[in-house]
């Protein structure tokens, strides 16, 4: 005769349920726990509530949502759509400029409505100061009204006559050139 405890062998009397989904078993483990334990004050147990996602589309939490999506309610409920906006000034650069400007160019940084340019010659940088209200025009036209005010244009660095062969201390640069 088999015995009562062995693990292949079931309960006399009650049924072996077949192979069952383990979400199923989770939520009937927590539902047997909550009718076998009773609250000391005799009242009925209290559900937790999750705070709702504001604006969410979701009846129910077990819905798929699609990552974008989420990602999309993560960024609203964060105030994050204005930094993100700007930061399409280093992304659209090429596009906003056209391809010929955005080769000598690149955006170095971007910061309380300042763009910061750096170009890779100084007629370039010149011809970036004279394109500035256009290309701000644009920017403000791609990113929101009022994202950009202006742009901060910078040419190439100078070379420093400070060390070197040539140089004498306590003279300063080009002192040789008349």
């Known amino acids: 005769m088999p015995d009562a405890t062995d693990p292949g062998e079931g309960v006399p009397g009650e049924e072996v349920p077949a192979e069952r989904d383990p979400l199923d078993l989770a939520r009937d483990v927590t539902d047997r726990y909550r ?60 596009s906003i400029v056209g391809p010929e400007v955005a080769r000598h160019s690149t955006v170095v940084g971007f910061a309380e409505a300042v763009v910061h340019v750096q170009t890779d010659s100084t007629a370039w940088a010149k011809e970036l100061r004279l394109l500035a209200p256009r290309i701000v025009a644009r920017l403000n036209d791609t990113l929101g009204d009022g994202t950009v005010l202006r742009i901060d244009v910078r040419g190439p660095e100078a070379p420093s006559w400070k060390s070197g062969p040539w140089s004498v201390k306590g003279r300063g640069p080009r002192d040789t050139y008349g």
Request: no cysteine.
């Open 35 to 94: 009718r076998t334990t009773p609250d000391p004050t005799g009242r009925p147990p209290r559900r937790r509530r999750r705070p709702a996602l504001g604006g969410s589309t979701r009846t129910s939490r077990d819905e798929p949502i699609s990552v974008s999506d989420a990602l999309g309610e993560l960024i609203r409920q964060q105030g994050w759509e204005g930094r993100l906006d700007a930061q399409r000034v280093f992304s659209d650069w090429e």
